[in-house]
């Protein structure tokens, strides 16, 4: 059985900083593209990151302010957020997806409040 489960959302100030973890089962986590997602209310779900076998990208929003990172060996993957801001306040998603079968899995999501 195929499984996202993202954590370490939670209310943070202006400022602040957050890392988000998703671990994944149920597949072979190496062969698959990880990426980020957010959705904040009443908005459009948006990238956020993409973790490839050799590169990350970052949507312009979030640059030099988040990190994301992936661990293989523990199917695990991460995001490192920084410098947190209200408009960072969302629902963030992981994803994994496998182009050459279009396999595509989400998690449930873990909510993010930047607040003072």
């Known amino acids: 059985q195929v499984q996202l489960v993202e954590s370490g959302g939670d209310l943070v100030q202006p400022g602040g900083s957050l890392r988000l973890s998703c671990a994944a089962s149920g597949f072979t986590f190496s062969y698959y593209v990880m990426s980020w997602y957010r959705q904040a209310p009443g908005k459009e779900r948006e990238l956020v990151a993409t973790i490839t076998g050799r590169n990350t990208n970052y949507a312009d929003s979030v640059k030099g302010r988040f990190t994301a990172s992936r661990d293989n060996a523990k199917s695990t993957a991460y995001l490192q957020m920084n410098s947190l801001k209200p408009e960072d306040t969302a629902v963030y998603y992981c994803?994994?997806?496998?182009?050459?079968?279009?396999?595509?899995?989400w998690g449930q999501g873990t909510q993010v409040t930047v607040s003072s």
């Open positions: 994803n994994a997806h496998r182009e050459i079968y279009n396999y595509d899995y």
